[in-house]
């Protein structure tokens, strides 16, 4: 059963001893959680899919544990951008949903608002398009998660983080520009 | 970018010099830069422009990134650890195999069937003290939620779910084997295939798959089904005396499970990092077979047997006896549900009331479902992944 594999790996069988599964749970969930809020702006959703993410941590624990929130964001970053690419159509429907929702001053401030759900999904929009390396380590980056965290997350050298992100902002920037001038 | 250039300083000497690549300038930015390589900042004011310029676009980019910033409160991970525990551990534990949730689609209809059997061969499917139900045939389902959780601690004693499992091993003899399921191109060839008409939902291509049904016999052995009990320390329940030997046939007609929507992607070998069950929200799984019929002999009572296994699971005696009197048993099929982990409630479906079997009692919630029912001695299971209310829609566009 899948459950002995943390089990086995609690018990020193993996290459180096874990902390209890909730432990690990408890200690990474906000973070988790807050990259996939943030990257879906749908909590439900995000609830779901960290959810997800810690259960492959249960059912398929990496060989290394010394960076796991690492190789949770780098699961919960795959699965929010594969879902926030695959609704891209119903948040389209949402989008008109929405607004006609916040025209109706539902909001207590209901322009601040607009403003902010318009700017929202402008900047999911440029990150459906963009790159899915580079999208991803925008969103690690603007999270508050540290070069080293992100380097073991997608995989890269702690040194080119750096350059890596000069270039997704730049491309960010780009997208952005393009897309504030197609949509006036 | 990094360059070799030469900078001509006071002293007229000249002078090489590194001056920071971009990455090191964005790094200095985030406070990531070692601080000997920091210093070189401080006299070459080309470095600096270039540090201007990319502050102000992270400025600009962290402005909008800041925006992302949820209103929600974040659940506490103290609550969401409980989630976690229902929707998975928990289920993992007191549910056979990937039950009813994290179901690979194209396995689900078996899934079903196999849960159907499962229900047929373990829970109460017939109250025997009327010789003459022989033989019945499921015209109706009921549900059963249980407390499981009182067993969970069963499945971490390895060498007692082994005689657990040699027990039924010992108890079982498949009597007709189930072939291989078959592809049919078309709902006319699995009709001709299952030997009965197989309805379509209004959805575009389903594929079909028809299998071939099975027999088995259950011979009860009384002495080892009481050591069991009494290994649970439930020996307050006695078994009957007169149901040792007692042989129980069901045989499973054939049956067909069609499948609509993408819900090949199950079969994929699951990459690390990539979703599988995201890609399933469109997939829905009809199976539908003829009422299976278990044979029970004359005498015996698995009303009382019934209300011996509810017991088990935590009800008291007269819970369990008064649900086991609910319930018609000539004719109902009882499906036992973990309480915490699925909810139920009759729906109206296809014209007959059926049960819906869910994460959740909200119609437009999302996740996996099923919808069971029987209609003119074929018993349905509709299963989705998206919500029941689309799953009702379309159970309901049956002809």
Same mark, same amino acid.
């Given at each position: 059963?899948?459950?002995?594999?943390?089990?086995?790996?609690?018990?020193?069988?993996?290459?180096?001893?874990? !902390?209890?599964?909730?432990?690990?749970?408890?200690?990474?969930?906000?973070?988790?959680?807050?990259?996939?809020?943030?990257?879906?702006?749908?909590?439900?959703?995000?609830?779901?899919?960290?959810?997800?993410?810690?259960?492959?941590?249960?059912?398929?624990?990496?060989?290394?544990?010394?960076? %796991?929130?690492?190789?949770?964001?780098?699961? !919960?970053?795959?699965?929010?951008?594969?879902?926030?690419?695959?609704?891209?159509?119903?948040?389209?429907?949402?989008?008109?949903?929405?607004?006609?929702?916040?025209?109706?001053?539902?909001?207590?401030?209901?322009?601040?608002?607009?403003?902010?759900?318009?700017?929202?999904?402008?900047?999911? !929009?440029?990150?459906?398009?963009?790159?899915?390396?580079?999208?991803?380590?925008?969103?690690?980056?603007?999270?508050?998660?540290?070069?080293?965290?992100? !380097?073991?997350?997608?995989?890269?050298?702690?040194?080119?983080?750096?350059? %890596?992100?000069?270039?997704?902002?730049?491309?960010?920037?780009?997208?952005?520009?393009?897309?504030?001038?197609?949509?006036? | 970018?990094?360059?070799?250039? /030469?900078?001509?300083?006071?002293?007229?000497?000249? $002078?090489?010099?590194?001056?920071?690549?971009?990455?090191?300038?964005?790094? +200095?930015?985030?406070?990531?830069?070692?601080?000997? *390589?920091?210093? +070189?900042?401080? +006299?070459?004011?080309?470095?600096?422009?270039? =540090?201007?310029?990319?502050?102000?676009?992270?400025?600009?980019?962290?402005?909008?990134?800041?925006? =992302?910033?949820?209103?929600?409160?974040?659940?506490?991970?103290?609550?969401?650890?409980?989630?976690?525990?229902? $929707?998975?551990?928990?289920?993992?534990?007191?549910?056979?195999?990937?039950?009813?949730?994290?179901?690979?689609?194209?396995?689900?209809?078996?899934?079903?069937?196999?849960?159907?059997?499962?229900?047929?061969?373990?829970?109460?499917?017939?109250?025997?003290?009327?010789?003459?139900?022989?033989?019945?045939? /499921?015209?109706?389902?009921?549900?059963?939620?249980?407390?499981?959780?009182?067993?969970?601690?069963?499945?971490?004693?390895?060498?007692?779910?082994?005689?657990?499992?040699?027990?039924?091993? @010992?108890?079982?003899?498949?009597?007709?084997?189930?072939?291989?399921?078959?592809?049919?191109?078309?709902?006319?060839?699995?009709?001709?295939?299952?030997?009965?008409?197989?309805?379509?939902?209004?959805?575009?291509?389903?594929?079909?798959?028809?299998?071939?049904?099975?027999?088995?016999?259950?011979?009860?052995?009384?002495?080892?089904?009481?050591?069991?009990?009494?290994?649970?320390?439930?020996?307050?329940?006695?078994?009957?005396?007169?149901?040792?030997?007692?042989?129980?046939? /069901?045989?499973?007609?054939?049956?067909?499970?069609?499948?609509?929507?993408?819900?090949?992607?199950?079969?994929?070998?699951?990459? *690390?990092?990539?979703?599988?069950?995201?890609?399933?929200?469109?997939?829905?799984?009809?199976?539908?077979?003829?009422?299976?019929?278990?044979?029970?002999?004359?005498? &015996?009572?698995?009303?009382?047997?019934?209300? #011996?296994?509810?017991?088990?699971?935590?009800?008291?005696?007269?819970?369990?006896?008064?649900?086991?009197?609910? #319930? @018609?048993?000539?004719?109902?099929?009882?499906?036992?549900?973990?309480?915490?982990?699925? &909810?139920?409630?009759?729906?109206?479906?296809?014209?007959?009331?059926?049960?819906?079997?869910? +994460?959740?009692?909200?119609?437009?919630?999302?996740?996996?479902?099923?919808?069971?029912?029987? $209609?003119?001695?074929?018993?349905?299971?509709?299963?989705?992944?998206?919500?029941?209310?689309?799953?009702?829609?379309?159970?309901?566009?049956?002809?």
């Amino acid at each position: 059963m899948m459950t002995d594999r943390w089990r086995a790996r609690e018990a020193g069988a993996a290459s180096e001893p874990s !902390a209890p599964f909730e432990t690990v749970f408890i200690t990474h969930w906000p973070r988790v959680y807050g990259v996939l809020v943030r990257l879906l702006g749908d909590a439900a959703e995000a609830e779901d899919l960290a959810l997800e993410t810690f259960w492959r941590l249960h059912q398929n624990p990496p060989r290394e544990s010394t960076n %796991l929130v690492g190789w949770l964001c780098r699961v !919960a970053l795959n699965l929010g951008y594969n879902a926030i690419r695959g609704l891209k159509r119903r948040h389209v429907y949402e989008e008109q949903a929405g607004l006609e929702a916040l025209k109706q001053n539902i909001e207590p401030s209901p322009e601040q608002t607009l403003e902010q759900w318009q700017t929202q999904e402008q900047v999911r !929009a440029v990150l459906r398009e963009m790159p899915t390396r580079e999208a991803q380590l925008l969103m690690l980056r603007h999270s508050g998660f540290a070069y080293k965290e992100i !380097a073991a997350a997608l995989n890269v050298a702690p040194s080119s983080i750096g350059t %890596l992100l000069t270039r997704a902002e730049a491309e960010f920037e780009r997208r952005w520009n393009r897309q504030v001038t197609r949509d006036e | 970018m990094t360059g070799n250039t /030469v900078t001509r300083h006071s002293s007229h000497k000249i $002078k090489h010099m590194n001056h920071l690549t971009e990455g090191q300038l964005r790094a +200095h930015l985030d406070s990531e830069l070692p601080e000997a *390589e920091a210093r +070189h900042l401080a +006299h070459c004011a080309a470095c600096q422009a270039q =540090l201007d310029a990319l502050a102000a676009q992270r400025r600009h980019i962290a402005h909008q990134f800041a925006m =992302l910033t949820a209103r929600e409160t974040v659940p506490s991970p103290e609550a969401a650890w409980q989630k976690f525990q229902t $929707k998975y551990l928990v289920q993992e534990k007191t549910m056979p195999q990937k039950f009813w949730f994290r179901l690979r689609p194209v396995a689900l209809g078996l899934t079903v069937l196999a849960a159907l059997l499962f229900a047929f061969t373990f829970a109460p499917v017939q109250q025997a003290f009327s010789a003459f139900l022989g033989l019945f045939r /499921v015209q109706q389902i009921a549900v059963v939620p249980l407390d499981l959780t009182g067993l969970q601690d069963m499945g971490g004693d390895e060498s007692f779910g082994q005689r657990i499992s040699q027990f039924f091993a @010992d108890s079982f003899t498949v009597t007709r084997e189930p072939g291989e399921p078959q592809t049919a191109a078309s709902a006319a060839e699995a009709s001709q295939l299952a030997g009965f008409t197989v309805r379509t939902l209004a959805a575009e291509n389903p594929t079909f798959q028809v299998s071939s049904g099975g027999a088995f016999e259950f011979v009860i052995n009384r002495a080892s089904a009481q050591a069991v009990l009494d290994e649970l320390g439930r020996s307050d329940l006695q078994l009957p005396t007169d149901i040792d030997g007692a042989r129980i046939r /069901v045989d499973v007609p054939a049956g067909v499970m069609s499948a609509y929507g993408d819900c090949q992607a199950s079969d994929e070998p699951e990459v *690390e990092g990539r979703p599988r069950s995201r890609t399933l929200r469109n997939c829905v799984v009809l199976t539908q077979m003829p009422s299976p019929s278990v044979d029970v002999p004359p005498g &015996v009572s698995l009303a009382e047997l019934a209300e #011996i296994g509810l017991q088990i699971t935590g009800m008291t005696a007269e819970e369990a006896r008064s649900f086991t009197q609910s #319930i @018609d048993w000539a004719s109902t099929l009882v499906l036992p549900i973990p309480r915490n982990a699925v &909810v139920n409630r009759e729906v109206q479906v296809d014209g007959v009331t059926g049960q819906l079997l869910s +994460h959740s009692e909200a119609e437009d919630s999302q996740g996996y479902y099923t919808i069971l029912w029987t $209609k003119d001695g074929i018993l349905y299971a509709l299963s989705g992944y998206t919500n029941s209310g689309v799953g009702l829609a379309l159970a309901n566009s049956l002809p």
